[in-house]
């Protein structure tokens, strides 16, 4: 009676699996399917850019090698031609070195745009995309407003971008061009007061800090001593107050100077 009972569960049990197999046999032939393709195409992609990787880095040192004997016109087209047509950090670093051969054959406008297509290119690496930032940045100083240079640098200016000091040193410069010595200052400041700044870059911030001296106003450090005097109108102390800015160039001392 057992052997009949377990005979009869277990025709149960396969009418019930072929039940589920004819209802969804099909869709597990297509998940399995799937991920086979899913793998499969994920292996081949894996292994196509490593070929393209492989190609892109000859093809890079074969115009590299080959920039040595070109003139500067001659080195800018080859690195040109390679970037359109390579991969995205392969291309930057193509840009950067037409840049260079722009800068060298005199055009300051071509190595602006070439080292832009790198500096605005997301797929770029963070890394290549800051250099080219900041090489721009140092073409475009001169000429640019404060405005445009922190549209060009303010994503630079970040307390975890390797980048930030040389962009706010560039800042910086330009808005003391442009009068705007608060800001100026503010970004000085700011590059002193990080202890990852490297010296050269924290020597020149002190520097400028001493030009920007006689047009902005000196922090008034009042003691606690002080603030109580204040408070007692019994004290006729004056306190000294700091001077105002002044948009005034500070007087120069030229070696004709006599003393009176």
Sequence with gaps: MTDLFSEIEQDLRREQANKLWEKYGIYLIGL??????????????????I?????????YDQVLAAAADQKPEE???????FAADTTPAYAALAYLHQADA??????????????DKAGNDKSVP?????????????????????????????????????WRNSARELLGLAAYKSKNYAEAQTNFAAIIADPEAAAGLR????VMQALLAPYVAAPVVVSPAEANSEADPKT???KAEAPAPTNEAPAQVTPDTKAE
């Design 75 to 81: 080195v800018a087209a080859a690195f040109g031609a």
């Design 203 to 206: 020597d020149r911030a002190h």
């Design 32 to 49: 399995a399917v799937g991920i086979v393709l899913v793998a499969s195409a994920f292996v081949g992609w894996r292994a196509w850019n």
């Design 236 to 238: 006729n102390d004056v």
């Design 126 to 162: 963070a890394m290549l995309r800051g250099i080219a930032q900041i090489k721009a940045g140092l073409l475009v100083v001169d000429t640019a407003t404060y405005e445009e240079m922190n549209a060009r640098l303010a994503s630079l200016n970040e307390a975890d971008n390797p």
């Design 102 to 115: 722009l800068l060298k054959a005199g055009d300051r406008v071509g190595a602006i745009a070439a080292l």
């Design 51 to 59: 070929s393209r990787a492989h190609d892109a880095s000859a093809r």
